[in-house]
Structures are given as C-alpha cells and as structure tokens.
C-alpha cells in the first residue's frame, strides 16, 4: 500500500469522517446570471458523473451527490470562491481528480483571470466522534502541561479552546500551512449530543499567478505538501492523542 493509502486507511481508524475539500479564493464578485452557473454545473455534471442534484442556500449554489452522505461530493459558487469537497474517498485521487477538473473549468466559464485569484486552499479535514466538554479535551490534550494551563484555576468552566498554528512552508511566503482545533459545541449544546471535534489542515498558496495553466502545478504542488504535513504531522502529532483523549469521554 502507497503511503497515500496508508494515511487515508489510518485517518480512518481515528476519525468518524475524513474529507478533502479546496477553495478558489476571489477578489471580485463571481457572476451570477443563470446561464452562466448552469452552464458551468452542467459541464461539471459531464465532468463529474455523481454530481446530480443542484441545489440553492443563503449565498450559495451548489451542485451535489445524492445517496449515501457519507461519500458525498459537491462544487458550489459563492460570492466571491468557488468550491468542492468530497467526504471519505477511498483514494485521494477521487478528490484530486474533482478538484482539478473546477481549477480547469471554472475560470473559463466564470471569466476568471489570474489576476483576480487570491489564493488556492487545499484542505484535509477530520472530524472526531466526541462527547462531553470539547474544550476541555482540547485543552487537556494539547494545552494541559503548559505554562497556559496555569490561566485555569478550579471551579472554571473551559468554553472555547480552539488551538491555530500557521507557518510558511520552507520559508516561502506564498506557502502557508494552517492547522487548528476546532471545537463544535456552543452555549447550551449538550456535551452528549456527539457533535465531532475537527481538526483542519489547510494548505494555502497565495497569488499573484502567472497563468490558469499555473493552476495545475500549484495544485500538485498543495496535494504533495498536505500529504506529508498530514501523515508526519498532523495524524500523529494532532489528530492521534486527540482520538486518545476522546476515548475517556
């Protein structure tokens, strides 16, 4: 097994769903008129056979699988991104594959420039099977026998710990890699409603770009480094002691 399967197969075992998902970030508004966004969605359909149901939110159109939930796929417009996802691929190259078909397609359907790019995100997300206090997880994993831990005093009653960490990779500014905590739970949740904790990587390549035909090189090169950011890192380093932790309820 490649070392891509191995890291999809152990997310697997830690996580209650794991999802690959990327963001096309705009400066300007995308257009909305109904032939150009049907237009486009139906070249996606084309693209992407599972992608049937369209479907329209606040601010938002998208187009999506039907069936099982837990293997769904969808790309949608926003002012200013577009978008698309996939939850639990059996193999990256499922998402991969959807992803660089709306790198590919959307800027000629949406008359989208490089100049107008902000920035590309590819993001691994994992989400935690969770009850009890979220925070207070959080906290004792990571924060727990730190110097912050002495912020905390008994009778206090932790409601937000969402640890973020953010750095360029090998230096270069235009390379950022975000990983964060995020806790789920808001006043008045049940801590036995099982809400997940998540824990994202976001790999993020920020403009100005060359050319859309540079889009396919950056996306290869986000898929490489949240690759190995997620299997040497992020698994073992968050996503590990936090499933641990999770286990004691």
Not at 65 to 92: H, I, K, Y
Not at 120 to 137: C, K, Q, R, W
Not at 153 to 161: F, I, P
Not at 185 to 195: E, I, K, V, Y
Request: proline share 6%; hydrophobic share 40%; with cysteine.
């Amino acid at each position: 097994m490649t070392g891509v399967g191995q890291m999809l197969e152990g997310a697997g075992t830690l996580c209650s769903d794991v999802f690959v998902n990327q963001r096309l970030a705009l400066t300007m508004d995308l257009p909305s008129r109904r032939e150009t966004v049907l237009d486009l969605f139906d070249r996606m359909r084309k693209s992407c056979p599972g992608l049937t149901a369209l479907r329209r939110y606040d601010g938002e159109y998208a187009l999506e699988s039907e069936g099982d939930p837990r293997r769904a796929s969808w790309v949608s417009l926003r002012r200013t991104s577009v978008r698309s996802g996939m939850v639990n691929p059996q193999d990256l190259s499922e998402p991969y594959d959807l992803h660089r078909s709306v790198l590919r397609t959307a800027p000629y359907y949406l008359s989208i420039t490089p100049l107008d790019v902000e920035c590309i995100d590819l993001v691994f997300g994992f989400d935690l099977a969770a009850h009890g206090n979220h925070d207070e997880a959080v906290f004792e994993t990571f924060l727990d026998h730190s110097p912050l831990a002495g912020l905390v005093r008994d009778g206090d009653v932790l409601c937000d710990v969402q640890p973020l960490m953010a750095f360029h990779i090998e230096g270069d500014p235009s390379t950022t890699a975000v990983i964060e905590v995020r806790t789920k739970q808001t006043p008045g949740t049940d801590a036995r409603s099982g809400a997940p904790v998540s824990v994202f990587l976001t790999v993020r390549r920020r403009g100005p770009f060359s050319s859309l035909d540079q889009f396919d090189e950056v996306f290869g090169s986000l898929a490489g480094w949240a690759e190995r950011i997620a299997e040497d890192r992020v698994i073992p380093q968050v996503v590990a002691p936090l499933h641990q932790r999770l286990l004691l309820g």
